[in-house]
């Protein structure tokens, strides 16, 4: 197998081969657009032709992977399919001599296409609430098998019913206003197995990584709980809580100084082993202050001249708890997702 080299976030990292129509077997399709990849893997949407149906495959390299692990992910995704799903759809799988593909429905719609709706956010408060229960419900399924999401964002989340319909709302001084909202709220977390998937390097979308994925620590199962903070953040707001940073030079340094005004100082331990790694970030010796931001980009620049702390952006208290305990920077000091469901925020009835 050839591989060729990325430069996305800066740090070049292998990807996977790259494949063309004919390297599906016996299967008639055409590869619409890569989603996402890594040495191991190519995760991609393809048409099947003679379904005129889109489908979303996983593309396996059976000399990375070990046969088990895929074997494994098979079985436990056939096995959610018959019960409670909380995830994706796994339609069926096929091997050939290199690859191993397995097939996934095409979501009908996603988070990320709502929340770039003008006409539909900010989402009503007990919409982002079920969605919030059932993203961490579906989040705490994985962990108590011991798997690890890593790319929870709003590309991920299928909205099961897009359907909507016009509601109206006080707005003030005697004036309603019409918006439209979903009809129904159920969503499922996409997740396509763990086969291929690395808890090292860039993992996961850029807007939603922890701050331990940007260092290089690897991912765990309190990094979900910070991309589960990031998307509960751009459903209350309807913005994205950190802007794109992917084609950032300095990209360490860039998420760094975006940590820092959001989410208040790193911790003196983390600023210790950052400087060990990634030099220029802080002034030197033990001082925990960054360094200037006159070498990022005019787009970093802008955020954090107008860029303020979560703890001024959310006035109630039982939300912000919520926000708080997500997306704190180090991943030790995050509240456990089993114990999130049982916070004040969700015994609001609205």
């Known amino acids: 197998m050839s591989f060729v080299h990325s430069s996305l976030n800066n740090v070049e ?15 008639a399709v055409y590869v619409t657009c890569v989603l996402d990849e890594n040495r191991s893997y190519q995760l991609v949407r393809v048409f099947d032709v003679l379904k005129e149906k889109l489908k979303i495959v996983k593309i396996v390299s059976r000399t990375l992977v070990e046969g ?10 056939k096995a959610a399919c018959e019960g409670d799903n909380r995830h994706c759809t796994f339609i069926e799988d096929f091997k050939g001599p290199s690859f191993w593909f397995l097939v996934f429905t095409e979501p009908r719609a996603t988070l990320a296409t709502l929340l770039r709706r003008e006409d539909m956010v900010p989402l009503p408060s007990r919409h982002v609430r079920e969605i919030l229960s059932q993203i961490i419900c579906a989040t705490s399924d994985l962990h108590r098998i ?6 929870v964002c709003p ?13 109206s709302f006080y707005k003030a001084q005697g004036v309603f206003e019409s918006r439209k909202i979903l009809k129904c709220a ?26 331990e994925i940007v260092y290089g620590w690897g991912g765990g199962r309190r990094s979900d709980n910070f991309s589960i903070g990031c998307l509960f953040w751009e459903m209350l707001k309807g913005a994205a809580l950190f802007p794109p940073c992917n084609d950032e030079r300095l990209y360490v340094k860039a998420k760094t100084h975006m940590f820092a005004a959001i989410l208040g100082d790193l911790p003196s331990d983390m ?30 620049r802008d955020y954090l001249e107008t860029a303020g702390s979560i703890h001024d952006a959310i006035l109630d208290k039982a939300t912000f708890d919520i926000v ?7 991943a030790d000091d995050r509240i456990a997702l089993e114990s999130i469901l049982d916070f004040k925020y969700f015994d609001v009835k609205d």
Do not use: W
Not at 68 to 77: E, H, K, L
Not at 155 to 167: F, G, H, K, P
């Open 68 to 77: 088990q692990v895929i074997v494994r992910d098979i079985a436990r995704m």
């Open 324 to 330: 708080d305990g997500l997306l704190k920077i180090s």
């Open 271 to 300: 600023v210790s082993r950052i400087q060990i790694a990634h030099k220029g970030i802080f002034c030197d010796g033990y001082r925990c202050e960054l360094t200037n931001v006159d070498d990022l980009s005019e787009v970093v």
């Open 146 to 151: 011991g798997i690890f999401h890593l790319d």
């Open 13 to 27: 990292r292998p990807r996977f081969t790259t494949l063309t129509d004919a390297d599906f077997p016996h299967h």
């Open 186 to 211: 159920r969503i499922s977390l996409r997740f396509y197995g763990e086969a291929g998937t690395s808890r090292g390097g860039l993992v996961g979308a850029d807007q939603y990584r922890a701050p």
């Open 155 to 167: 590309s991920n989340v299928e909205v099961l019913d897009a359907a909507t319909v016009v509601e």
